[in-house]
């Protein structure tokens, strides 16, 4: 039932996204066409990817910690870390955006809950040198991992945390001056998502942008993707299918727009 609902979703998406040709808000136009659209190729992606391409030969299993709405493929305490990299990475695709929007931002203090084994923070920590990346991640094992990952790109801005996301959420963000995007990639709830665009709000600036993985996921997530669109601070939403952008500028009228990607 619940791959049957995310065939309809993705359906509907599919049915309803429009091309560059069909928005008219010059900032939305320029974001398409210079970014999501960019097919530039960049050195960056091939440190990413080649340690990507290692780490799904990785037959080592550790244990694994999980306090969100858990995979849809493998629900067991133990995975091997080739499993962890097939399921809970990004596809270049998408891992390859996170790069572009960084790269185009440049913004000064990113935050990312949800790290994994670190290709996601490691595309944006190549992106702007001069980011400061702050990435958590629940799971002790998943987290050290990273850890490794990132000693292994010599990666020197980012700093990764381990630790629950409600736990250390309200530290770290009092620890910086504003954030400049946050990419939320982890629990996929309702409520708890939510609850995290509420902390990101509080410390974000006019030109933040907030990045929201598998917004489509279920029908809380769709729920949660619902209630920041129609939250007073979010003047404009971009719907990917697989990530929602959030920008908060208050210059433009709010908008909502399904992007075909």
């Given amino acids: 039932m619940q791959n049957l609902r995310f065939i309809k979703a993705y359906m509907n998406y599919y049915l309803r996204a429009v091309t560059k040709y069909d928005v008219h808000p010059p900032f939305l136009y320029d974001l398409i066409t210079k970014v999501l659209n960019d097919k530039t190729y960049n050195p960056g992606y091939d440190?990413?990817?080649?340690?990507?391409?290692?780490?799904?030969?990785?037959?080592?299993?550790?244990?694994?910690?999980?306090?969100?709405?858990?995979?849809?493929?493998?629900?067991?305490?133990?995975?091997?870390?080739?499993?962890?990299?097939?399921?809970?990475?990004?596809?270049?695709?998408?891992?390859?955006?996170?790069?572009?929007?960084?790269?185009?931002?440049?913004?000064?203090?990113?935050?990312?809950?949800?790290?994994?084994?670190?290709?996601?923070?490691?595309?944006?920590?190549?992106?702007?040198?001069?980011?400061?990346?702050?990435?958590?991640?629940?799971?002790?094992?998943?987290?050290?991992?990273?850890?490794?990952?990132?000693?292994?790109?010599?990666?020197?801005?980012?700093?990764?945390v381990t630790g629950q996301f409600d736990h250390v959420l309200p530290g770290l963000l009092a620890e910086i001056p504003q954030l400049d995007l946050a990419f939320i990639d982890g629990n996929h709830q309702k409520e708890p998502t939510i609850r995290y665009f509420e902390h990101c709000k509080d410390k974000s600036v006019n030109d933040t942008l907030l990045v929201f993985d598998d917004i489509h996921w279920s029908e809380g997530m769709e729920e949660a993707w619902k209630a920041i669109q129609d939250h007073p601070s979010v003047t404009l939403t971009v719907d990917l299918f697989f990530m929602g952008l959030v920008f908060l500028k208050k210059e433009l009228t709010k908008q909502h727009f399904i992007i075909r990607y």
């Fill in 47 to 160: 440190r990413v990817e080649s340690l990507k391409a290692k780490l799904l030969k990785d037959q080592t299993r550790i244990n694994v910690e999980d306090y969100g709405a858990g995979s849809k493929a493998n629900r067991s305490d133990q995975r091997s870390i080739t499993q962890i990299t097939r399921f809970s990475s990004k596809p270049k695709k998408y891992g390859r955006l996170l790069f572009r929007l960084v790269k185009n931002f440049k913004p000064e203090n990113v935050l990312e809950l949800g790290t994994s084994l670190g290709l996601s923070a490691a595309y944006m920590a190549l992106a702007n040198p001069d980011s400061k990346i702050i990435t958590v991640e629940g799971s002790t094992e998943i987290a050290k991992a990273a850890r490794h990952n990132f000693d292994d790109l010599d990666l020197k801005n980012i700093k990764p």
